[in-house]
C-alpha cells in the first residue's frame, strides 16, 4: 500500500477526562451545537503519522508505538500490507487474560471504521462515540494517512465551543480511587472491570497523583521489553 508523502510536526496532546460520561456528553454536544459552531474537517486535524504491524506478529510489537511516539492506536494489516485488519490500543496491550509475547496481533484486533479527511470532526466523534473507542485510522483517497483521537478533537473544537460548558457539568462523580500501595496488577484489574483508562492516587485522604494506562506501558511493559528483547519495532509511516 502507498502511504504517500510529507511530514507533519507532532503536536503536544491535550488530556481529557477518561469518565464516559464526559465523552458522551460532550460527543453528543457536538451534534446538538454543531450549527452555531465552526466545526473543522478531519484534514484539519489528522496527525499525519501511523505504525504498522503484521497480523502475524506478537502484540508486544505494538508497545514501542505507545511509548515512543505517543500514537493512540496501531494499525494492523494483513501479510500483503494491503488490508486493514484492525487496531490496537494500550488498553489492548494490557489485557491480563493473554500473553503479549505470544499472542497474534490479528487474534485481538478491534474491528474500527475509518474515518475520511473530508468529514468533519463531529463526523469522528460520532464514530468513536458509536465504537467505543477513543481513535480511528483516517484515509485520503483510499489510502491510510494518520489518526484522530478524542483529544485531537477537543483541541479542534477550542474555547469556543467548550466555554459553554462548565466542569461540573461533564466530570465523573465518584470516581474509583487507589492507593500509593495498590499493586499493578491490581489496578489493572481495576480499569478493565470498569472500562476505565485511569486511577486518581489518594493517599491520606488527599489527590497525590494519577496512574493511566500509558504510565504502565512506559514504566513497566517497555522497560520489561528492552531488559529481555530489545527494543520492539514495527513500520512507522509518515504521510
Known amino acids: 500500500m502507498d502511504y504517500g508523502a510529507g511530514l507533519r510536526s507532532r503536536r503536544s496532546r491535550v488530556q481529557v477526562p477518561a469518565g ?19 466545526i473543522p474537517l478531519v484534514r484539519e486535524v489528522v496527525r499525519r503519522e501511523i505504525y504498522i504491524i503484521g497480523g502475524e506478529e506478537p502484540v508486544s510489537r505494538a508497545v514501542g508505538a505507545f511509548r515512543k511516539l505517543d500514537l493512540p492506536l496501531v494499525i494492523v494489516m494483513d501479510n500483503s500490507r494491503e488490508k486493514m485488519l484492525g487496531i490496537l490500543t494500550e488498553r489492548i496491550v494490557l ?10 496481533a490479528k487474534s485481538v484486533v478491534l474491528k474500527s471504521p475509518i474515518i ?20 480511528l485510522p483516517v484515509e485520503e483517497d483510499g489510502k491510510l494517512v494518520g489518526t484522530i483521537s478524542i483529544e485531537d478533537i477537543v483541541q479542534a473544537l477550542g474555547d469556543r465551543f467548550f466555554s459553554r460548558f462548565k466542569v461540573r457539568d ?3 462523580r465518584d470516581p474509583i480511587t487507589i492507593t500509593p500501595e495498590t499493586t499493578i496488577g491490581q489496578a489493572l484489574v481495576i480499569m478493565r472491570e470498569n472500562g476505565i483508562s485511569r486511577l486518581p492516587v489518594i493517599q491520606e485522604g488527599k ?7 500509558h504510565d504502565i506501558i512506559v514504566k513497566v511493559i517497555q522497560p520489561r ?3 529481555t528483547r ?3 519495532v514495527g513500520e512507522k509511516v509518515r504521510t
Open 170 to 172: 461533564v466530570m465523573s
Open 95 to 104: 489485557r491480563s487474560t493473554f500473553n503479549i509475547d505470544t499472542t497474534k
Open 207 to 213: 489527590l497525590s497523583g494519577i496512574l493511566t494506562i
Open 116 to 135: 475520511r479527511v473530508d468529514k468533519p470532526v463531529s463526523e469522528a466523534a460520532r464514530l468513536m462515540l458509536e465504537n467505543n473507542l477513543k481513535a
Open 230 to 232: 530489545g527494543e520492539v
Open 20 to 38: 464516559p460520561f464526559f465523552k458522551d456528553y460532550i460527543f453528543g454536544r457536538c451534534f446538538i451545537y454543531g450549527m452555531d459552531v465552526n
Open 225 to 227: 521489553e528492552r531488559a
